[in-house]
């Protein structure tokens, strides 16, 4: 494994040629943005660097996709795509279209069983639904900045009949060990999950990830797998990494996500991700 240092020139396997165009999988809270949300001008600045250079600059996030297209605008990505949900939604963008993107793609999924079966263990969780209107449905006043919609409050019942986007189970009674165990001795099956850094669960549809939408798109762009860059710090990021010809955990990731990857950057915090994204240029 390879620690990225800060340097500003990146290796001879590294740099781009018109033959060589790279796609660049970017995730977004605790690799472009810090955790309130921030992202630094040295960050911004290479990241639109990249995109200006014409590599295929995609953002690949656990958001969903009105809090994803605030940071696609910000890097000054207008054409190519983005995956949001973990993998659950892909857009094509194009300013030439209404709302300068269109949905190319959504994996719905039943979600009745793995609620009930949480529910079972985490009676006092908060539970979130995204339906597949865009619609966030929840229970306990459940609201979190990356639904990029008003949550709609309803029982228990309402969600179980829905169709699925993505599912978000936030428990905060309990430590992340404990929800870590509380998940392991339900066994879901028949859904994707990851755990996030806190007591917090993303459900989507079984087989989906950062990584099979990132796939797809490989193949649409007839992009060699050699050529492919990502970048990310969680748990939700270990396929899209394990993907990646070259993937590049943050400095403060887990230690299960830095074991699956060839790099390591800076933390979020010392805009380790800008580091990567000058190597590119």
């Known amino acids: 494994m390879t620690?990225?240092?800060?340097?500003?020139?990146?290796?001879?396997?590294?740099q781009p040629n018109n033959n060589n165009k790279l796609m660049i999988a970017l995730d977004v809270d605790g690799t472009l943005v810090d955790h309130d949300g921030h992202m630094s001008p040295a960050v911004r600045s290479a990241a639109q660097a990249?995109?200006?250079s014409g590599h295929d600059v995609m953002i690949a996030t656990g958001r969903s996709l009105n809090a994803t297209l605030p940071i696609i605008q910000q890097?000054?990505?207008?054409?190519?795509?983005?995956?949001?949900?973990?993998?659950?939604?892909?857009?094509?963008?194009d300013p030439s279209l209404e709302k300068g993107y269109e949905i190319i793609h959504k994996a719905t999924f039943d979600p009745a069983p793995a609620l009930k079966a949480l529910r079972e263990r985490l009676p006092n969780a908060k539970y979130a639904l995204e339906d597949e209107d865009g619609n966030f449905l929840s229970t306990e006043r459940f609201q979190d900045a990356s639904f990029g919609v008003e949550s709609i409050g309803?029982?228990?019942q309402t969600m179980l009949d829905s169709t699925a986007v993505r599912v978000v189970v936030f428990s905060s009674e309990n430590t992340s060990d404990e929800f870590n165990e509380a998940i392991k001795h339900i066994g879901l099956s028949g859904v994707t999950y990851s755990v996030g850094w806190t007591a917090w669960l993303d459900i989507a549809a079984e087989g989906v990830t950062k990584a099979s939408a990132l796939e797809a798109l490989r193949h649409k762009l007839g992009t060699d797998l050699a050529n492919t860059v990502a970048v990310g710090d969680g748990r939700n990021d270990i396929e899209m990494l394990t993907w990646a010809g070259r993937g590049v955990a943050m400095g403060q990731a887990p230690d299960e996500v830095i074991a699956v990857a060839d790099e390591v950057t800076a933390s979020v915090l010392d805009d380790g991700a800008a580091q990567v994204l000058r190597s590119l240029l």
């Open 154 to 156: 309803v029982d228990f």
């Open 75 to 93: 890097i000054g990505l207008e054409r190519g795509f983005a995956v949001c949900c973990n993998g659950g939604v892909t857009l094509r963008l």
């Open 50 to 52: 990249v995109v200006a």
């Open 3 to 14: 620690i990225l240092t800060d340097t500003p020139v990146a290796g001879i396997d590294d």
